[in-house]
């Protein structure tokens, strides 16, 4: 694997998660994982997500919903080992993220 691994974010396929919601891997190594994710207004992530490692995520646009609170564009949200999480969003939303493992 080469030290540097580059991409640009809407070059990389988009697979569908469920209807309105995409994701696209991005290049990863044995340390972590990055992600985008695209929702679609008024979807959420299908199942609850469990951490067994630190999950990360910047909200790029839009604005995502955990539980009753919101994370608009800008925002940087770190979940620790052990949590869990179900994203929704009802204006739409872009999210940059990276998985940590255990």
């Known amino acids: 694997m080469s030290e ?8 990389v396929e988009a697979v569908e998660v469920v209807p309105g919601i995409m994701r696209r ?23 609850v997500d469990v951490h067994e490692g630190e999950e ?18 800008g925002s940087y949200v770190v979940l620790a080992r052990g949590s869990s999480h179900q994203p929704r969003t009802e204006i739409g939303a872009r999210m940059l993220g990276i998985n940590l493992p255990a």
């Open 25 to 47: 891997r991005l290049p990863a190594t044995d340390h972590a994982r990055g992600w985008v994710i695209d929702f679609a207004p008024g979807t959420q992530w299908p199942e």
């Open 56 to 73: 990360r995520y910047f909200v790029l646009s839009g604005e995502v919903i955990e539980g009753e609170v919101r994370y608009g564009a």
């Open 4 to 11: 540097v691994q580059s991409v640009n974010i809407d070059e």
